[in-house]
């Protein structure tokens, strides 16, 4: 157990755990018509905005045009990938039993297929938050972004790595599921990688079918500047969703924890994990709602499952339930939460620093497992 | 007859080979997505994968009644007078499916009712008969159920109906009047009261357009229930009569065994109303209908576990209700959620195996 929970004793993580089940049953049993109303609205607006942005770069010759379209799409595709995509796809809308609008009907407009996107984050994610060898979201199998991990040579140029990742996450996106490092070290099931990486594959050429060959072909003599315009709004995607989901898990104090911590780990234990590895970001409404509400990322790892236009609504909840048991609520800016992140990453593109309890590192990359420090 | 297939029109081969091209190519357009789901914006009825209908009036036939005036979208494939249609109607944001019987004939402006009596268990159909707004969108199902008129219409007809038993029944015997039929017709209806008839006046009145019609009307709240032993006096040629059937259970029955007796029981048509889910119990038999596994579970034990225990092969993730990887169609019955208590279930719903157990028996299609 880290520092930040030694004062807790286990009725402390019993309780914690009564009062935040008794939050989530509160907000369920209140899911209702002005939820539901929510979630049209959103799809109609985000379907119109991308109607919008498509026949605004019929005419992607014209500089204006090619600028308003542009962007436009990138709202579009933000709107769809975080807002609706993700959360629908985590169940948040299944209460509606609208099949339309369903965690297992949902297919994203993101080159990464919506079946192994749920494995990798709804299962691998969501539940082994921040354990170090476990959630493949820490850094990514690519990045070092906490001591605790070992440092290899092969980290120095990092920086350059998340940049790149930034441009093309959607990619690092699908690829995520193949968990590249079970393939390295030999321990995948070839027959199963070769299905995903078909899949994968197939959802490509229909993303790239769209985007860089049908619409571009339908502005005709304006082909390329539709193409490029389409490339732009998936790359200012990407980026965008990138910047966001490294705020939630990466900046500041957040904590990462060792394997051995899920042996009989209850669900306060588990709680208490969630809001320790989770970081939200400050801002307006529309702000939260470009993020897909991950801006609130510690009410969404506590609840994953539950709408996420209430999560601002509990947000001071929860902040105050981490206040009555003297625990950190990670909060801050999103310049702040960017620059916190970045730091690390060039930070940990290099040894060090030590930490409490580490052992000389080994020269392989091996899972780590050692405990963690304060 | 026609069935109602044939019913819809279906373009030539060739058009169809364009049609096809064509949509394929509007796919490429709006993938993941399908086109309807952006034509949906213009027109919610324009859907092919889900028919759907607007409901643009509602009709309070008796206390407690009303018919829906119903415009189903292109995907609407008619139906034939007789048959029912599943409903599917969002309450509070949450999707409900129920089945009502068509109380309307095939019309020439497509348009359908149905009518719904409030049942004091049945909180859609108090929904339907009490709440509903004209313009609502509703989901629709395809017509189906086979209580319908056979192609070569029988010179005689016998029809037994009590209380919202009559909606399948007036959905023929109003087709039957727009065809100009002369066949020799018995209905011999049942409700409470004289104010209690759906349809009260109309079918009154119907004798004027049906001239082989003939109405006996009975009001149980003096008379007491029908027996079919009184058929003999009102209708001495039952027995030969083509016989449609359609009320409570008790009353189909006695008009099974009644027919039956005869020898006659091949003349009989039967429409039972479905009866509303088990609800409740602790723990039952649950069936994994795609791993064809049966096991025994208690009212604590995540379905999950239970069928995991009894060999099925079934996915799943987190294994504390968050990841959604796990889920299944339930089929039948009810089950109770784990972190809740809370017993629910509708067919078709989908449950998350690893939160939620039995609470009677279950079948789920994992």
Known sequence: MTSTTDHLTPEDYEAIATELDALREEIVDDLGERDAAYIHRIIRVQRGLEIAARAVLLGSSLPPAWIAGTATLAVAKILENMEIGHNVMHGQWDWMRDPKIHSTTWEWDNVSPAEQWKHSHNFVHHTFTNILGKDKDVGYGILRVTPEQEWHWANIPQPVYNALLAMFFEYGVALHDLEIDKIRAGTNDPEETRAKLRAIGRKIRRQWGKDYLAFPLLSGPQFLSTLSANFTANALRNVWAHMIIFCGHFPGDIEVFEEERLDGETKGEWYVRQLLGSANITGGSLFHLMTGNLSHQIEHHLFPDLPSNRYAEIAPRVRALCEKYDLPYHTGSLSKQVTSTWKKIFRYALPGPRTEQSEPSEPDRAPVERPVAA | ?366
Request: with cysteine; hydrophobic share 40%; charged share 25%.
């Open chain 2, 1 to 366: 007859m026609t069935s109602p297939h044939a019913i819809a029109r279906r373009p030539g081969r060739a058009g169809a080979g364009r049609r096809q091209r064509l949509a394929a190519a509007a796919r490429l357009l709006t993938t993941p997505l399908l086109p309807e789901d952006y034509l949906g914006l213009l027109n919610p009825l324009w859907s092919t994968a889900e028919p759907r209908g607007r409901i643009e009036a509602v009709r309070h036939e008796t206390p407690g009644t009303a018919t829906l005036v119903i415009r189903p979208g292109p995907a609407w494939r008619g139906h034939l007078p007789g048959q029912w249609v599943k409903v599917g109607v969002d309450i509070d944001g949450v999707r409900h499916w129920r089945t009502f019987s068509l109380s309307s004939p095939p019309r020439p402006d497509g348009r359908i009712t149905i009518t719904v009596k409030a049942g004091p268990d049945g909180f859609v159909s108090a929904y339907l008969v009490n709440e509903v707004k004209p313009g609502t969108i509703i989901r629709l199902g395809d017509a189906e159920g086979d209580f319908i008129l056979p192609s070569e219409l029988p010179e005689r007809l016998l029809f037994l109906t009590a209380g919202s038993g009559i909606t399948p029944v007036m959905a023929m015997l109003r087709h039957l009047a727009e065809e100009g039929s002369r066949a020799d017709i018995v209905l011999v209806h049942s409700a409470r009261t004289e104010e209690d008839v759906i349809f009260g006046a109309e079918l009154r009145a119907l004798g004027e357009r049906l001239p082989g019609l003939t109405l006996h009307e009975r009001h149980t709240g003096r008379d007491g229930r029908f027996a079919p032993a009184e058929l003999d006096a009102i209708c001495p040629d039952w027995a030969e009569r083509e016989a449609w059937a359609c009320g409570p259970a008790g009353m189909l029955d006695d008009a099974s065994a009644h027919w039956t007796d005869a020898g006659v029981d091949g003349r009989l048509r039967l429409e039972r109303f479905r009866l509303a889910p088990v609800a409740g119990g602790e723990g039952g038999r649950v069936r994994f209908t795609k791993s064809d596994v049966e096991v025994e579970a208690d009212g604590s034990t995540p379905l999950l576990e239970a069928g995991e225990s009894a060999g099925a092969l079934l996915p799943s993730g987190c294994r504390m209700g968050i990841c959604y990887s796990c889920v299944g169609r339930l089929c039948s019955g009810q089950v109770r959620d784990l972190r809740t208590g809370e017993v629910h279930g509708e067919e078709g719903q989908i449950i998350q195996t690893c939160v939620s157990a039995a609470a009677g028996p279950v079948d789920i299609e994992l």
